[in-house]
Nanobody, 125 residues
Framework: QLQLVESGGGLVQPGGSLRLSCVAS????????IGWFRQAPGKEREGVSC????????YYADSVKGRFTISRDNAKNTVYLQMNSLEPEDTAIYYC??????????????????WGQGTQVTVSS
């Protein structure tokens, strides 16, 4: 089974940056669409950014456009989420998730089959 492990979370001041990493346990990550999701206390899990396996494109939530960048290195079975200009509202547990590639890139939690354990991101002064 595909296993995903997130890392890179932590405490950062508003305006700061973090880079999250998601490492897969297999060498076939290129066959999957990968998404970053987050869930804050009292809120539903939401899609932050998702990336297709090749040229399927990317998705960014409106709230993070211009601040976050998703990328993938299939050779390393790793997906990254570069988060800049972090805001307190970005505080959440961030999850990496994967789903077999399909048509287009959708960033809805229920469409993803495999999930990491999550990494906490806290943005606070």
């Amino acid at each position: 089974q595909l296993q995903l492990v997130e890392s890179g979370g932590g405490l950062v001041q508003p305006g700061g940056s973090l880079r999250l990493s998601c490492v897969a346990s297999v060498f076939t990550l290129n066959y999957y669409t990968i998404g970053w999701f987050r869930q804050a206390p009292g809120k539903e899990r939401e899609g932050v950014s998702c990336i297709g396996s090749t040229d399927d494109g990317t998705y960014y939530a409106d709230s993070v456009k211009g601040r976050f960048t998703i990328s993938r290195d299939n050779a390393k079975n790793t997906v990254y989420l570069q988060m800049n200009s972090l805001e307190p509202e970005d505080t959440a547990i961030y999850y990496c998730a994967a789903t077999p590639v399909g048509v287009g890139v959708f960033c809805l939690p229920h469409l993803y089959d495999y999930w990491g354990q999550g990494t906490q991101v806290t943005v606070s002064s």
